[in-house]
């Protein structure tokens, strides 16, 4: 941590501050500067609470936190085996997650889930809860297509991802499904956060549009700090309207991977919002070093309730998979 003083401070006032940092950071290792003092702590999770406090200090006009003090853990912790689909540092599978935006009838997810493992993916898309802008849109089939999840899961052995959008869903996803993912609009819901991680089910975290990669992080942090390492992290672009040009942020994927010890994956459906534009947003994003990709896909787009523009044929899929095995093995 860097404390930038303001001008002309007095050698009394940085004496107090000094003996003040020694107090609130024990251990801390202190470094003159000019115009400020560097400060190395063994404990960065005591700079959460205490920061406002130096900050408040006479003499004080700003403190800078690293990534790594601001985020220790999301930086240090290499997550064990998630779900079975993904171990880092390990046996680096690819994680290859596709279904239909939603979950929409039976038959045809049931279909789609075995097409789309005969195609390669390993783990399902699986929405029932659906944060929608407008409440008169579908809002998903909610809890009574938990039975879908489960003939899916038999059917096919992989994962089922299922999004939650209120604590009060957790218990019934943590039992039938296997990844919890929380979207970009939650990303800053603290307290679902707080619930998601003590469900001991792997959380797939978006970045909310417009959120830094610190701010993604901290969420990821809190998954942690509340007991649970095991989380995916999904870049999703920076913006709800579709299609948007600016698609994935693709240097937020790059800082991502080389920052955190979690895995980053690709969300290009929801960046691309067309189906035209998503082969090519997942190709960059797997050149930008991606551990995995999100892909809507679905038997007839053409036909869905939901994100059917940008949502892949299951042709489309197979075809995308091809090119990416040019570019990394899967
Ligand atoms: C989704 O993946 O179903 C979704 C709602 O995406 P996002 O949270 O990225 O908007
Ligand atoms: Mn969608």
Redesign the pocket.
């Known amino acids: 941590m860097i404390i930038r003083f303001k001008p002309g401070l007095r050698a009394a006032e940085l004496d107090r501050i000094k003996n003040k940092i020694a107090d609130f950071l024990p251990g801390a290792v202190l470094a003159d500067g000019r115009g400020f003092i560097s400060v190395r702590t063994r404990r960065p999770e005591l700079l959460g609470e205490r920061l406002a406090l130096i900050e408040n200090l006479p003499g004080v006009q700003k403190t800078e936190l690293s990534l790594e003090e601001t985020c220790p853990r999301t930086l240090a912790a290499p997550p064990p085996e998630l779900a079975g689909i993904f171990k880092k540092n390990a046996a680096k599978k690819f994680i290859l997650i596709a279904g239909p ?2 979950i929409e009838d039976e038959a045809s997810y049931l279909a789609a889930a075995v097409r789309l493992k005969a195609a390669g993916a390993n783990a399902l ?1 699986a ?1 029932l809860f ?2 929608r802008t407008s409440p008169y849109s579908f809002q998903g089939l909610g809890g009574k297509g938990f039975s879908i999840i489960k003939k899916a899961k038999r059917r096919t052995g992989l994962a089922a991802v299922t ?1 939650a959008t209120s604590e009060t869903q957790l218990a019934d996803i943590s039992r039938f499904c296997d990844v919890i ?1 929380l ?3 939650n990303m800053r819901n603290y307290e679902l956060l707080k619930a998601a991680a003590a469900f001991g089910r792997p959380v797939l975290l ?1 970045r909310a549009p417009g959120a830094t990669l610190k701010e993604w992080l901290l969420s990821a942090e809190y998954l942690i700090k509340y007991g649970n390492e095991n989380i995916i992290l999904c870049e ?1 672009g920076d913006s ?1 309207s579709k299609p948007d040009p600016r698609g994935l942020d693709l240097k937020m994927i790059q800082r991502a991977v080389k920052a955190a010890a979690l895995p980053v994956i690709a ?1 290009p459906s ?1 960046a691309a919002g067309d189906r035209d534009l998503v082969p090519a947003q997942a190709l960059a994003a797997v050149r930008a070093g991606a551990d995995g990709l ?1 892909i809507e896909t679905a038997l007839d787009p053409g036909t869905a309730i939901m994100d059917g523009r940008q949502t892949l044929t299951l042709t489309a899929f197979a075809k995308l998979l091809k090119e990416i095995r040019k570019l990394r093995s899967l």
Do not use: L, S, V
């Open positions: 935006c939603a898309r929405a659906k944060p999004e993912q979207g970009a609009r978006k999703r709800f969300d929801h999100m």
